[in-house]
């Protein structure tokens, strides 16, 4: 029988500092990543807080199949189109996901309405073909690049023996599909709901965020060393005046009405988050380091701790031995 060897497993907080130290690289590729999947969230319903809502009562059912040792494959999850969930109530969700109680009950409504969430005899269930690519196909793949180029770095730096590839990560998530998306989704919903926090809504978020994305990747390709969270942050801003992006960009990316863009970015304008210039392109301010950095901090540290589990079950998988 193989008994797993404490001493090798991945540390979170070597894995943070793997991320902090190589921002410049690993940082613009899950801010990429993550605006990516925000798109896709808001592809859904048209509505980021119907979305956050059904992965919220999704969760509760991967919860409830952690606690009851059940683990389920990629097949297994997505063999039918619903999942029956946990009851819940009105101020539980209004509470863990900061939407007013009042929103709260019309978005469980509408969901209803929509056939999204539905009633049948006892059970409550989620109808996921109601959705917009309801598979996380893309998300997947995403995840396993970026994991893939971490384990590469964190072998570099003799954290881990070895750089694990796309493939095996893939694998490895959809053979632990149930238990991977549940700490997935402990790393997501709260990433969203701290810069809600920040940004007053989940809109203003996600038109922040494309600007956070373009100026990240122009940086990353004006210079490719490494460089800490800070100074790439600190050295992006400097580099803003050179590079901006406007409205109609971002409503084409974010699928949100370009009306809605122009509104929120007057808003993060007047808060002094973006710059806008003659040509009426948006840009990062200096306030851009002081508003996120410590909610980005805490992002890094869930990411770190899903990336150490993740990694953890790929190197103590070991066939069973007699």
Known sequence: MYIPDINKQIYKEDVLSVLESKYSVMGPMWVNYQMEWMNGVYASFKDHDKFLIIIFLIKKT????????????????????????????LSEISQTLNIPKESTRRKIFELEKEGA?????????IDRSKFFKSKPIKSIQ???????????????????????????????????????WKIY???????????KKIF?????????????????????????????????????????????INAMSISDITGIPRAT???????LVKNESLTIDDNKHYRLTGNYLKKN????????????????????????????TI
Request: aromatic share 14%.
């Open 117 to 125: 969430i539905k009633k049948v005899k006892k059970k409550l269930i």
């Open 185 to 195: 989704y402990e790393m997501q919903i709260p990433m969203v709901i701290s810069f």
């Open 293 to 320: 950095f410590p909610a980005q901090k805490e992002v890094l540290f869930k990411l770190a701790n899903f990336a150490a589990q993740v990694f953890n079950l790929k190197l103590l998988e070991k066939k069973k």
């Open 200 to 244: 007053k809504d989940i809109e203003t978020f996600h038109i922040f965020g494309i600007c956070v994305v373009n100026q990240h990747l122009y940086a990353k390709k004006i210079s490719d060393t490494y460089m800490n969270r800070e100074k790439f942050i600190k050295t992006t801003l400097a580099w803003s005046e050179n590079q901006g």
């Open 62 to 89: 991967l919860d409830f199949y952690s606690r009851n040792f059940t683990k389920l494959t990629y097949e297994e999850f997505y063999s039918r189109d619903t999942v029956e969930i946990e009851k819940f109530t």
């Open 261 to 267: 863009v122009i509104r929120k970015l007057k808003i």
């Open 142 to 180: 995403r995840i396993c690049r970026f994991l893939s180029l971490l384990s590469e770095i964190c072998e570099k730096e003799k954290i881990m023996p070895e750089k694990i590839s796309s493939k095996n990560l893939e694998l490895i998530i959809k053979h632990n599909f149930s238990y991977i």
